[in-house]
């Protein structure tokens, strides 16, 4: 079944299998996320290997305050909701939704990395720099990495409404909102381990 099988308005219920092309898109975005999956396995690893190597800056226990990361943690939980309601509408051929649902994604996005520059900004003044200690320079590789992959899921979403918006709801830009999603439930579940792991952890010591 080719593009132009299905016109804009007149898609199957998941168009983003409707070609072999899209469900070979979805199962390629699959394996990708494997690799990432693995690099950030490695790093936290290494995070765990050096979070007490504190040398002469700050504890986790003495920088981390956990009720501005929890919030932060909320808004992209609530994100990662949003880019469900955004598949549910594709789903339904309900465009005007799915790019309503969409933009809201990329605005819980934006305050979510807002907390985070505001964290490391925080976390600076308080002398926990990258080169500060072996902890620092794996916390921020770690976290920052993450904030990077967040970064990324905005703009390319954002482009993705763009495209919308000029060619439509198709079964061509259909796998692409459907890969976004699930890179974007990647990240927040990438997130949930980092609360756990770094933040939690660190917390209690």
Do not use: C
């Not at 693995?38 to 290494?46: K, Q």
């Not at 995070?47 to 808004?75: C, K, W, Y």
């Not at 799915?98 to 520059?117: A, R």
């Not at 949930?192 to 660190?202: A, E, H, K, P, R």
Request: hydrophobic share 50%; no cysteine; proline share 3%.
């Amino acid at each position: 079944m080719s593009a132009h099988d299905h016109a804009d308005g007149h898609l199957p219920h998941e168009p983003e299998k409707a070609t072999l092309e899209g469900r070979n898109k979805v199962l390629g975005f699959w394996l990708f996320l494997g690799a990432e999956t693995v690099l950030f396995g490695t790093l936290f690893s290494a995070f765990l290997a050096l979070r007490h190597n504190t040398g002469d800056g700050p504890t986790s226990q003495e920088l981390f305050e956990l009720p501005m990361v929890f919030a932060a943690t909320m808004i992209l939980l609530f994100s990662s909701l949003m880019s469900v309601f955004a598949v549910q509408a594709m789903h339904k051929n309900k465009v005007k939704p799915m790019l309503g649902w969409l933009l809201v994604t990329i605005l819980l996005g934006l305050g979510f990395l807002g907390l985070e520059v505001y964290e490391f900004l925080t976390y600076i003044d308080e002398g926990h720099k990258m080169p500060t200690s072996a902890f620092s320079s794996s916390f921020y590789t770690l976290v920052g990495f993450h904030g990077a992959h967040v970064a990324f899921g905005i703009l390319w979403i954002g482009l993705l409404i763009l495209q919308v918006l000029k060619k439509g709801l198709t079964v061509v830009t259909a796998p692409k909102i459907y890969v976004s999603a699930i890179y974007w439930h990647f990240i927040d579940v990438v997130w949930v381990f980092i609360f756990t792991v770094v933040y939690l952890m660190g917390k209690v010591g």
